[in-house]
């Protein structure tokens, strides 16, 4: 089994800086892809960053030179840099991991973390 863990919430006041991490661990063999979503209170999930192996990267328009994803991968890890952030990013932030392959295993799977809840005040 694999499992995806976010520390790294926390509140923050508008203008400021948070970083949020995600490890994966378990028998994995490779990730294709990892990143981050979102969901504010009342409102549906919603992608924030992607890191795609080969060095894609997608951004949500809303964080777009705000926001800066990376990943190392020799550790299955990805971050989120936050600057610059806003009361309206308030959100539970979830960390995806996709097409993940593990080890004995003979498709690839997706998996959510628990979520981590930053909050940005005004």
């Known amino acids: 089994q694999v499992q995806l863990v976010e520390p790294g919430g926390g509140l923050v006041q508008a203008g400021g800086s948070l970083r949020l991490s995600c490890a994966a661990s378990?028998?994995?063999?490779?990730?294709?892809?990892m990143g981050w979503y979102r969901q504010a209170p009342g409102k549906q999930r919603d992608l924030v960053a992607l890191?795609?192996?080969?060095?894609?990267?997608n951004y949500a328009d809303s964080v777009k030179g705000r926001f800066t994803i990376s990943r190392d991968n020799a550790k299955n890890t990805v971050y989120l840099q936050m600057n610059s952030l806003k009361p309206e990013d308030t959100a539970v932030y979830y960390c995806?991991?996709?097409?993940?392959?593990?080890?004995?295993?003979?498709?690839?799977?997706?998996?959510w973390g628990n979520g981590t809840l930053v909050t940005v005040s005004s």
């Open positions: 378990g028998s994995i063999f490779s990730i294709n892809a």
């Open positions: 890191d795609i192996s080969g060095g894609n990267t």
């Open positions: 995806r991991a996709a097409g993940v392959l593990v080890t004995g295993l003979g498709h690839a799977t997706n998996y």
